[in-house]
């Protein structure tokens, strides 16, 4: 029998071999909620999967989310697996390099591994404070910088929706494609990800060109699109249950170079008339020299020397955390500026007010101004930042005087959230689907002192360029070398649009508002020899005087003049003074230009 | 985690621990491999969907099997000849049959309850109490199947050796 036994297994694997496939977990998964889907290639099951999206989408509700479940696996548990040691280790020699890095013992949880366009992608999660933070690392693709973003966890707990992105569009590696006019390679591959609640057993990114299926695991989701066309931008996601209930959640899109997408319409709701007006305000605990918060030492904002004292001495300065549970925290400083530092931008000596916000992830960034102009108008300053364009999520944050209490912020989704105040500093992540917001200040007797309103800094409202209609309409060379590259094109509304590109400068670009307003010579002359701005709109001409007795005309190009100086006209000090025409030739305006 | 996140958990698991046995036996009855990988995603897409319908103690692997069986049993239904694998062999060059091709015969040949539970032992590597739990007879009835599965075979390798 034994013999047999033998014998029949050694023909019988020769009959079936073992198969060496090692499956495909997520077309399972996708199978779940669609059934009697045949299997066939990847790309084809991608392609059936596009077929069929949009079908029974539902709208997003709490009636979702709780048939799906929650985000209770990455609010009280810890998805996934330990990351390896090397993982680990290398997160941890990046954060010590960071400055506003994440705390001493942050774990990463492994979520999602794949391989794609020639890189092998890990998504981590960990939560640090009171957020939730991904983090992608890309071997093999370069650049491919690991990139990391976050969300509060206070969009998990309100979550009505199974899916929370984190961070979309994220491009590694460059194409080997011939840059198209503007200079950009579409990257090898695009990242997005997010979490997903328990339950959610499908995720599908809608790019515009067809759905993209999303590997989904450990409460997260990672899609990777390889060689993806330039521009490629994720508009929305589809999350599908296990009982193939598909719910459709927003993405904010990202913009691309200079290229952003419109705003969200509409606005916040919230007070619009302030009840009592605040001027010269104050943070009295600061410049009494009380020791709130931490110092600069004990916050770790000394490790390559505080930005503020490039140029100044610190008088004094302490580092608050506004959330007690978050990880945002700002420095508040009194610098003695002798001279202009180095990076910072006050130009004014003498004591001055600075501040420094330090946020996740990497989010560092600061400002100087004389003491005096702190709160003249306004009892409360505030910014809306954030780090990688793709990111969902934007920080609000900012400073308010002693009159103000306490602060609200209105969402456009009709949400309505305390701002966490502490020592006048405040900072709070914003999901950017949910811009316009309305921040509003009241003092201790509920009176709004306060209004601001905003829109997602990585959106612009008004007129935008008709896309792909962008056009080079003239290009200089400076005395310097430097090459000037202007492109106009076709606006949405109004006068149109432009670009400029100046080597070793970057890039800018806008579009002209319907009415212009500001001076109607608004030029700017560079110390390369590059003369540039928009005119208002009846300045048909502009001439140019140089101080070497020289003159040129020029004309507006698509409303933008361009033009560059010659090499004597440099030397011999420039630009002296424009003269501003309009189609009879008559002179409309003038504008001097200091040495 | 939830009791439903660990289910699924569980199943994917099983999945990535066990895919090329399960495989292996979609396609030893299906006689396709293209079917037998259908037949086993389709399985376990089956189990993801009535995941909630398990109890706690219901063992999973059992079930799981038990799906892509009969997966594996409806598409081999649904094909009108006898599979690839297991058709009829061809007589080789100096006119013996080869000993594969007698034995894929003689397995194509078999009860169907005896072929599975072959399948299911060699391909699988179930024990009895498994491939019971699989078929849904008793331990002693696996044991009886197997034994006349295997006098049919040896018959067929002692026939083709002679």
């Known amino acids: 029998m034994i013999e047999l036994d033998e014998r029949l297994r050694t023909e019988l694997d020769l009959l079936v071999p073992l198969p060496d496939d090692l499956g495909e977990w997520e077309d399972v998964l996708r199978r779940a909620v669609s059934p009697r889907r045949r299997r066939r290639r990847a790309l084809v099951l991608a392609l059936t999967v596009a077929a069929v999206v949009g079908l029974a989408v539902s709208p997003v509700g709490g009636a979702i989310a709780r048939q799906v479940g929650d985000f209770s696996a990455w609010l009280t548990g810890d998805p996934g697996e330990p990351a390896s040691a090397e993982d680990q280790r290398a997160f941890e020699e990046s954060n010590a390099r960071s400055w506003a890095g994440f705390p001493e013992g942050t774990k990463l949880r492994r979520l999602i591994s794949t391989e794609a366009a020639g890189g092998s992608f890990e998504l981590f999660g960990f939560r640090t404070g009171d957020s939730l933070c991904l983090r992608l690392t890309v071997e093999g693709l370069k650049p491919g910088a690991p990139a990391t973003s976050c969300a509060p966890l206070r969009e998990l707990r309100a979550a009505d929706s199974p899916a929370v992105v984190v961070l979309v569009d994220y491009g590694v590696g460059r194409q080997n494609v011939q840059p198209n006019e503007d200079g950009y390679v579409p990257p090898q591959a695009s990242a997005s990800f997010g979490v997903v609640a328990d339950g959610v057993v499908a995720v599908e990114l809608e790019t515009g060109e067809g759905p993209a299926p999303a590997l989904v695991a450990n409460n997260a989701f990672l899609a990777v699109t390889p060689n993806p066309p330039l521009r490629l931008r994720s508009q929305s996601l589809v999350a599908q249950s296990a009982d193939g209930e598909r719910t459709e959640v927003p993405i904010a899109e990202s913009p691309f170079g200079n290229s952003f997408p419109a705003a969200n319409p509409g606005e916040a709701p919230g007070p619009t008339e302030i009840d009592r007006r605040v001027d010269r305000g104050t943070i009295g605990w600061l410049f009494r020299r009380e020791p709130r918060g931490q110092s600069l030492a004990e916050a770790g904002f000394d490790r390559w020397g505080f930005p503020f004292t490039r140029g100044g001495d610190v008088l004094f300065a302490r580092v608050v955390k506004p959330d007690p549970v978050g990880h945002a925290r700002v420095a508040l400083g009194l610098v003695d500026v002798q001279r202009d530092p180095a990076w910072m931008l006050p130009r004014p000596t003498g004591e001055q007010f600075c501040s420094i916000l330090s946020a996740l992830p990497d989010v560092t960034l600061g400002s100087c101004g004389p003491v005096g102009s702190l709160f003249a108008h306004k009892p409360v300053t505030f910014s809306v930042s954030g780090s990688l364009g793709g990111s969902q999520y934007q920080v609000l944050h900012g400073l308010a005087s002693d009159d103000v209490a306490r602060l609200e912020v209105y969402l456009a989704t009709g949400e309505r959230l305390a701002v966490p105040l502490t020592d006048n500093v405040f900072a709070m992540e914003i999901a950017r689907t949910k811009f316009p917001i309305r921040l509003v200040g009241y003092d201790a007797d509920g009176r709004v002192v306060a209004i601001w309103t905003a829109s997602d800094p990585l959106t612009r409202s008004g007129p935008r360029p008709v896309e792909g209609e962008m056009r080079v309409a003239k290009r200089v060379v400076t005395p310097t070398g430097q090459v000037a590259t202007l492109r106009t094109g076709p606006a949405t509304e109004g006068r149109g649009c432009w670009e400029l590109r100046r080597s070793g400068e970057g890039e800018g670009g806008g579009c002209h508002q319907l009415e212009h307003t500001g001076p109607p010579l608004p030029l700017n002359a560079s110390t390369s020899g590059l003369v540039f701005g928009t005119p208002a709109p009846e300045i048909a001409a502009v001439e140019l005087r140089f101080r070497n007795g020289e003159r040129v005309r020029t004309e507006p190009v698509g409303g933008v003049v361009l033009h560059a100086l010659t090499a004597a006209q440099l030397e011999s000090g420039g630009l002296e003074l424009a003269i501003g025409l309009d189609d009879d030739g008559d002179e409309v305006a003038r504008q001097r230009f200091e040495r | ?162």
């Open chain 2, 1 to 162: 985690m939830s009791s439903d996140a660990r289910r699924l958990a569980e199943i994917e698991r099983l999945y990535r621990a066990r895919f090329p046995h399960f495989v292996r036996v979609a396609w030893a009855v299906t006689g396709d491999r293209e079917q037998a990988l259908d037949a086993v995603q389709e399985a376990f897409a089956g189990a993801i969907r009535s995941r909630r319908s398990l109890r706690r103690d219901d063992a999973l692997e059992p079930w799981v099997w038990r799906a892509v069986v009969n997966a594996s049993r409806d598409r081999r239904r649904a094909q009108p000849e006898l599979p690839e694998v297991f058709a009829e062999p061809e007589a080789s060059s100096n006119g013996r049959v080869e000993v594969s091709g007698a034995l894929r015969l003689a397995i194509a040949e078999l009860p169907e309850r005896q072929r599975l539970a072959v399948f299911l032992r060699y391909y699988a590597d179930l024990d009895y109490r498994g491939i019971a739990d699989v078929l849904g007879i008793e331990t002693g009835t696996v044991s009886a199947t197997l034994n006349a599965a295997h006098r049919s075979l040896r018959q067929t390798l002692q026939e083709v050796e002679r």
